[in-house]
């Protein structure tokens, strides 16, 4: 075996359709002649692996028949034995590739070969080189569709030529590629936007790069590259922006002067300049808003927030219009009691009967007092007054325990908005019910409220005392605030059983008290040294893997137990198929392992924080599609906590976490029976993070670590420091 740098680019043809793989993707290609598009070497093949890990950006680009241009970073080249025939096999890394346009009659091939050309197969392909000859290349180019109708039916000839546009401008992906150091996905999303005038858009003010997630160093690498002075007001207005930016990633939608300031000496290396930017930003007011007290606000935080207050302003200013008299709803109520044989508290009465009446409402209590039990009699109501609740919640877990606890269907709010259908349904009769409120960030509401007519009614329902959303912003801490808002909270509780400690104990944390922890359901097993805390907490969960779930408040020593709990499970090992060196690799999952989805995979139904278990793991690779994307392979099966059975393919290996510990973020809206609570420097507990670890508990609560940690988290409320102005704006809109 022989390794070298390949400095010359090759130019490939793409023989078989890319696999995802967990570095991005590999596809497999022919050597070929610039000039004359031909195959170079019968003999030899290439596996090019492109480390880019956003791969739905270029995967349709690379379909058999596209040929590309390529840098390699690394090249290995090996002799193989195939059917007897010594071959050459080159392996390939690079971090981008340009598509290149072929020339003459091999344009055949790639309008045939090509799965992203769909509609054209090689008749048609034939068929068109046959009437046009060279030309076709210019018809393509023009978007001459008249033309191509002669040929083509109409849809297939607007297929065709919107197609067409990845392989007219290949120049500006070179330049962001090979000149600018961008990646592949960075170089295809910003040539999709900007085509042919990438360039001098880019040359024009390189900062725009911020827009497709450049980080501000690497803009600035570019910019200062280019020759642009560090005072530039192109430069120090995108630091202003870039300011903005990273407050909203810490959750804030506002900042400060001095926030501001600070912010912009840091990314700018120079306090005076920061100085300089304020005045710069001060004069582009396109670019954010000023608010009263001195607050600075993106635009488009502003335009969501803006929006939502508006909305919502228009609802609690609208009419009721249930059809039922007061008395009506509570013969209902009681209809209700008589049923199901207990007596709703006075304020779970009011709560219905609020909830009934009113365009908008809130429905705010901490865990276990009887929130469900309200909804599930308001629905009573509305189904006697016509009325249609849509229940909807930010995360798939807290939509799969509306569902149960209802016997209703409930949507995630993603799901919702990409499959409901308003089409036929008298949108003034529905009800959209919105769990766990306090998880919903700005954005998420903004997309909702945008989704739905604005004679859909809306009850919120949450629990400010839980962890704000992990998005920016917020929104039922905010609207909770306004006097003018209608809302109820339920503070009696009703989960556990009167004999349980855990209402007390997370009621007392709620309101910031120090409780008493020792009790025989809600204890604090004391632990120093980190690795005494995991060997208590994997004893306390190998005894009862069922009911136990550790939950912990960060990401290091949900690492640490992972590793330790999966280290005990001896099943069958899940094994990838490596595509570029074919031969099989391990992985970290086996049969019988607790696992959780950490992104939204829509196709295969699965939400960021789904959980299951992987029940069966095959000997070797099953084929499942070969599609226009690309080739599917499945290495077992996972069944996950809603009864949902998937393939463990490489999409789901590549965002799948062990399960045995999770994060408190991804436990909320989750309920387990027994809640093991590791506490090792965690220096980022707060008093929601306590507060919502101890209500994901039905039976009890172990703490094992120090007890003064618990402490230090009850006396921080770190929501606080997150800022948002939704509050005042809806207040304005309803003066």
């Not at 120079?270 to 000023?290: G, H, R």
Request: net charge negative; aromatic share 8%.
């Amino acid at each position: 075996m022989s390794s070298y740098t390949q400095v010359e680019p090759l130019f490939l043809r793409v023989t078989k359709d890319p696999v995802r793989q967990s570095k991005g993707l590999t596809f497999f290609g022919v050597k070929i002649d610039p000039n004359t598009w031909s195959k170079l070497d019968s003999r030899s093949h290439y596996v090019v692996e492109v480390q880019d890990k956003d791969t739905d950006a270029y995967i349709n680009e690379l379909g058999q028949g596209a040929v590309c241009k390529i840098l390699p970073e690394t090249h290995i080249s090996k002799q193989v034995e195939v059917n007897g025939f010594t071959l050459t096999r080159h392996l390939i890394t690079t971090m981008s590739f340009m598509l290149e346009r072929t020339s003459g009659k091999f344009l055949i091939n790639l309008l045939a070969e090509n799965s992203r050309f769909r509609s054209i197969g090689a008749v048609k392909a034939q068929k068109l080189w046959n009437t046009f000859g060279e030309d076709l290349y210019g018809v393509l180019d023009n978007g001459d569709t008249d033309s191509l109708n002669s040929v083509l039916s109409p849809d297939i000839s607007s297929d065709l030529i919107e197609t067409w546009q990845s392989y007219i401008h290949s120049d500006a992906l070179f330049y962001c590629c090979h000149e600018l150091g961008l990646t592949a996905s960075q170089a295809f999303n910003i040539h999709r936007f900007y085509g042919e005038k990438t360039k001098d858009k880019i040359e024009g003010d390189p900062y725009r790069l911020l827009a497709f997630n450049l980080s501000f160093s690497k803009c600035d690498d570019i910019a200062l590259g280019m020759g642009i002075s560090k005072h530039d007001p192109r430069r120090l207005l995108a630091a202003s922006e870039q300011a903005l930016y990273t407050m909203l990633d810490k959750g804030s939608v506002v900042v400060t002067h001095e926030q501001l300031i600070e912010l912009m000496a840091h990314t700018l290396a120079d306090a005076d300049l920061a100085e300089q930017a304020i005045a710069e930003l001060n004069e582009a007011p396109e670019n954010f808003q000023k608010l009263e007290g001195g607050f600075y606000q993106s635009n488009g935080a502003y335009v969501m927030e803006k929006y939502v207050a508006s909305r919502l302003a228009d609802m609690l200013q609208a009419p009721a219009q249930l059809g039922l008299e007061g008395s009506a709803i509570e013969e209902h109520i009681a209809e209700y009691e008589k049923a199901n044989a207990f007596t709703l508290t006075e304020k779970q009465k009011q709560a219905v009967i609020g909830a009934a009446k009113h365009p908008f409402y809130l429905i705010n209590g901490g865990a276990g007092v009887g929130k469900t039990t309200v909804l599930d009699a308001l629905y009573h109501v509305f189904d006697h007054a016509g009325m249609i609740p849509i229940q909807v919640a930010l995360a798939a877990k807290a939509a799969k325990r509306m569902s149960e606890a209802t016997g209703r269907e409930a949507f995630t709010i993603e799901r919702f908005i990409r499959n409901f259908q308003f089409k036929g349904v008298d949108s003034s009769k529905l009800v959209l019910v919105i769990d766990e409120s306090s998880m919903v960030d700005l954005h998420s509401m903004y997309r909702l409220l945008s989704f739905i007519p604005d004679n859909v009614r809306i009850i919120m329902v949450g629990d400010v005392g839980q962890l704000p959303p992990i998005g920016f912003g917020l929104v039922l801490h905010e609207i909770i605030k306004a006097d003018s808002v209608p809302q109820v909270t339920l503070d009696e509780v009703k989960r556990q059983s009167h004999q349980s400690n855990i209402p007390t104990v997370a009621g007392q944390i709620r309101v910031g008290q120090s409780p008493e922890l020792q009790h025989q359901d809600v204890q604090v097993i004391p632990g120093s040294s980190k690795k005494k805390i995991l060997d208590k907490v994997v004893e306390i969960y190998s005894q009862s893997p069922d009911q136990v779930q550790v939950i912990c408040p960060t990401r290091a020593l949900v690492t640490a137990v992972n590793q330790r709990c999966a280290a005990l499970n001896k099943g069958r090992q899940v094994k990838r198929y490596n595509e570029q060196y074919e031969a099989y690799e391990e992985t970290w999952f086996r049969e019988g392992d607790k696992v959780m989805c950490i992104a939204n995979l829509y196709d295969w139904e699965l939400m960021n924080g789904s959980l299951g278990t992987i029940t069966i793991v095959y000997g070797q690779r099953e084929t499942l599609t070969t599609g226009a994307r690309c080739t599917t392979y499945s290495y077992g099966q996972i069944t996950w906590d809603d009864g949902l059975i998937t393939e463990i393919t490489d999409e789901i290996l590549e965002n799948l976490e062990h399960a045995y510990a999770m994060t408190i973020h991804k436990s909320q809206g989750s309920q387990f029976h027994t809640v093991v609570i590791p506490l090792y420097l965690a220096k980022n507990m707060d008093r929601s993070m306590l507060y919502t670890a101890v209500t994901r508990a039905k039976e009890s609560v172990l703490f094992v670590g120090q007890q003064g940690l618990i402490d230090q988290a009850i006396a921080k409320v770190a929501h606080e420091e997150r800022k948002a102005h939704l509050g005042q704006k809806l207040e304005s809109h309803l003066l």
